[in-house]
């Protein structure tokens, strides 16, 4: 199993940023997809996911109306599509997987697969 973010980089506060997770080695309809972000000397959080089934999203306070989430069951990706970025919002992004979940609560223990992150640096 391979899940490959990308799409990070160094925006400017305000500015929008779309990070990408393809993946690979599993049968990605079956599985709820989230992302979690990690600032440096913090713990890993979570931002948002998305269901296996239904494709319902859940999303972290911080992010809520802000950050969006998708999926492409036949590309194998999922989305997070980042607006009105704040400086607060730098971290390691990171994409993971967990087998057929359908509710809400995510955490880091609770995800199968994890990709390696990808740096988004918001300036003030």
């Known amino acids: 199993v391979q899940l490959q973010a990308s799409g990070g980089g160094l925006v400017q506060a305000g500015g929008s940023l779309r990070l990408s997770c393809a993946a690979s080695?599993?049968?990605?309809?079956?599985?709820?997809l989230g992302w979690f972000r990690q600032a440096p000397g913090a713990e890993r959080d979570f931002v948002g996911a998305?269901?296996?089934?239904?494709?319902?999203?859940y999303y972290a306070d911080s992010v809520k109306g802000r950050f969006t989430i998708s999926r492409d069951n036949a590309k194998n990706t999922v989305y997070l599509q980042m607006d009105s970025l704040e400086p607060e919002d730098t971290a390691v992004y990171y994409c993971?997987?967990?087998?057929?979940?359908?509710?809400?609560?995510?955490?880091?223990?609770?995800?199968?697969?994890w990709g390696k992150g990808t740096l988004v640096t918001v300036s003030s």
């Open positions: 998305i269901s296996w089934s239904a494709g319902k999203t």
């Open positions: 993971a997987a967990r087998w057929h979940y359908s509710g809400s609560a995510y955490s880091v223990n609770s995800m199968a697969f």
């Open positions: 080695g599993l049968t990605f309809s079956g599985y709820a």
